[in-house]
């Protein structure tokens, strides 16, 4: 058998046509350069310009921009709608992750045993997650509606009065976090039945063979075996959460008031509404490195608990 040298293995030399020692070697691949210049003109470009802009005093139209270094970020302490957005983002973001994860578990678990109907159920469960978020909460909105939602006409019917749902902010924020929830639980369910199916059947049956009940099993072997799937669902619901835009926007609009808002929302309510982009940026700023520091966190957390239960 004849060895290959280390010429062969290179392939041909410069000059002899070949287009593989070009790119061989360097340390920068040029077939990156596409990817790196869209993630530089639509991620990095924006970020840097909103950083600058939160730094200014501007109305998001006029040439003129008014430097004000971290005055914008001052404010922010002294704004009561801020603080109130700001909590309200921690309850989107913590409130639909949490429900998500309950019901798409429960969900995965039921549907990954061989019953009939379920790759339907799978399909009518995911289906919400293909829809728009502004049309499910249009949808969501004229069931709450006070003069012809349907909840109301059930309430009438049973005996009751009707109740302006969307107008009480505590109902209403509930209300968004379970719209949001229900949309998107089907991306943990499909992540958590990808989890299932990859946990080799052997455990199981050396779980069955030394007595465990279906409780011991479900603790001892599939949670653990499960904490890939949790780190990436729960990652993925927190961002969405703390981002959520959509769904408040259709279905209160921020209201009543400003009770409602999510940063998201009052950083559009400043920015086209009261003219403030400059304050507006600061927000989205604060917004970002929320966004940011949470997942590292939260990343670092199950990564480390994972390792424990290696």
């Known amino acids: 058998m004849t060895v290959p040298t ?27 350069l596409p990817a790196l210049a869209v993630l530089g003109v639509f ?10 802009l939160s730094a200014t ?40 992750t949490f429900v998500q ?25 995911y289906l919400p997650v293909l829809v728009s978020p502004v049309v ?4 969501y909105y004229l069931f709450f509606s006070y003069n012809s939602g349907g909840l109301n006409d059930l309430v009438i019917a049973l005996g009751g009065q009707r109740t302006a749902w969307l107008s009480d902010a505590g109902v209403a924020v509930a209300i968004i ?3 949001n929830s229900l949309q998107f ?12 199916q990859s946990i080799p059947t052997m455990y199981f049956e050396a779980a069955r063979l030394d007595g465990a009940t279906a409780w011991q099993t479900f603790r001892h072997v599939t949670v653990p075996m499960l904490q890939p799937a949790f780190a990436t669902s729960i990652v993925l619901n927190l961002i969405g959460g703390l981002k959520l835009f959509d769904v408040i926007q259709v279905l209160t609009g921020g209201g009543p008031g400003y009770a409602t808002n999510s940063v998201s929302t009052l950083i559009a309510k400043m920015y086209f509404d009261s003219q403030r982009a400059g304050y507006a940026a600061a927000m989205g700023v604060v917004l970002f490195l929320l966004i940011a520091v949470l997942t590292l966190v939260l990343n670092t957390a199950l990564n480390r608990r994972r390792l424990e239960q290696l």
């Open 43 to 52: 991620t990095l470009w924006p970020l840097l310009n909103g950083i600058l």
């Open 101 to 125: 994860q309950v019901i798409g578990l429960a969900l995965a678990l039921a549907l990954d045993r061989a019953v009939r109907g379920r790759n339907v159920a799978r399909a009518i469960i």
């Open 57 to 96: 005093d501007w109305n998001g139209y006029s040439v003129e921009r008014a430097f004000v270094g971290l005055e914008n970020y001052l404010r922010l302490f002294d704004d009561p709608n801020f603080r109130t957005a700001l909590g309200n983002t921690f309850v989107y973001g913590l409130g639909s």
């Open 185 to 196: 639980v089907g991306i943990s369910m499909v992540i958590y039945l990808a989890g299932l």
């Open 6 to 32: 280390a010429r062969a293995v290179r392939g041909p030399e410069r000059g002899t046509g070949g287009l593989v020692p070009r790119f061989a070697g360097r340390a920068l691949n040029l077939l990156y």
């Open 177 to 179: 976090v379970a719209v």
């Open 136 to 139: 499910m909460g249009t949808m």
